[in-house]
């Protein structure tokens, strides 16, 4: 069975596709077979983006797909060891569904007030269906300086949640990048990389920490 790590917000362009995808690109660098699965079936930002990457040479390949429903996406799943789901901009019924069947959940926000309040009310929403909270995850990104990191870590920590160690700042570098079809790891600026790593390892630690825990029945 694979790994199944998914990113969803109640706010839209808090950077879910930029995270999945730069999950995506560093768990394909590591040799696991990765499936990065869009379910924004309008926007296909993922798809649009892995269509890029297919003509570079330097990276390593990630099969992306768009899919209608989350069970299409996980129809060939034993294919692979890690399945990567990029949510749409909003929550549904089917964010439930993904939401249940995710090891881990990301919720990317950036640090302002304005997206951090959706974001506590998305994870109180998530626990109130059901998921325990250790599967949970925040992720910062589009941070403007070490102060607006400050301010959100306090807020998360206040409600309760984990925030993943690292943040991704904003930067014009990420945007390009992702324009060529690389992942936030892949840009031509070391120290743009280098946040984008820590972000990404602090996430796989929790991935890994959470498969290990939900395998011996002791995640929540
Ligand atoms: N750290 C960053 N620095 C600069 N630009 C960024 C950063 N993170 C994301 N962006 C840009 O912000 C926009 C929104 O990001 P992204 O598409 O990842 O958000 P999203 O949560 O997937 O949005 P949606 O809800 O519409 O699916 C994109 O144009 C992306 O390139
Ligand atoms: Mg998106």
Redesign the pocket.
Known sequence: MPLIVS?V?Q???????????ALAAVGASGRLRVKLADL?IQ?Q?AVRWGKARQKRAAVSPVEVGAFRTFEDALEDRDAFDLIIV?????TSAATSTVARASHVIVV?TSATIDDLYPTVLLLHALEEIGIPRSRLAVAL???LDAEEENVARDYVDAAGYELLPGY????????NA??RGQA?TETIDGSANESANLLIESLLRKIAAQSAGMRNGTDD
């Open positions: 990113f917000s706010k839209g362009g808090v950077g879910k596709s930029t995270l999945a995808r924004d926007q930002t990029d949510t749409p901009g909003h990317p990104c589009r941070v991704i700042p904003e930067r014009s570098t990420y945007r992702q324009n936030l």
